[in-house]
């Protein structure tokens, strides 16, 4: 139903060990200073896939393992650390941005380079004879104006 050759990434996600309680997130992950270790389940999610690949990368040891709580998605991740069902989480960026911040706590955002790309992309779908809206919506989601947008609302652009 795609449009041959109209994929595209507009934007990439940023992964964010998030601590709303406070203290520096990545120390209390590597001393284990945490109960719950929440994230998204890495075989369904691709925020989660990208936190297990980070939290592979750090090596915190066989008991953080023991801690995690996985999520269905990230949004539920993000809901066990915002409900204080888990201390820390590995959520989306722009979650944590999207959190008032008198609630915002503490994060680490992991480096693009400790995860595949958390791509988002777009297609054209085909509808009938003319795509003008479908056209100008891409033309708008690669432009100046909407990379903005995107970078400001804690996305990462190429």
Same mark, same amino acid.
Request: zero cysteines.
């Given at each position: ?32 200073? &945490? ?42 991740? &993000?809901? &066990? ?8 989480? &590995? ?68």
């Amino acid at each position: 139903r795609a449009v041959a050759g109209s994929r595209f990434t507009y934007a990439s996600g940023v992964l964010a060990l998030w601590a709303p309680g406070g203290g520096d997130p990545l120390e209390r992950l590597r001393a284990g200073d &945490f109960r719950k270790l929440a994230l998204a389940n890495p075989s369904l999610a691709p925020y989660g896939a990208a936190a297990a690949q980070t939290l592979a990368g750090l090596a915190p040891g066989e008991m953080t393992q023991q801690k995690i709580v996985l999520g269905e998605n990230v949004g539920q991740a &993000f809901a &066990f650390v915002r409900s204080g069902a888990a201390d820390l989480g &590995f959520v989306a960026y722009s979650q944590v941005l999207a959190t008032p911040v008198s609630q915002r706590g503490a994060y680490w955002r992991a480096p693009q380079s400790a995860h595949r790309p958390i791509r988002q992309d777009a297609v054209v779908l085909k509808r009938g004879a003319s795509n003008a809206a479908a056209d100008a919506f891409v033309t708008f989601l690669k432009g100046e104006r909407a990379r903005a947008i995107i970078v400001d609302a804690g996305y990462g652009v190429e």
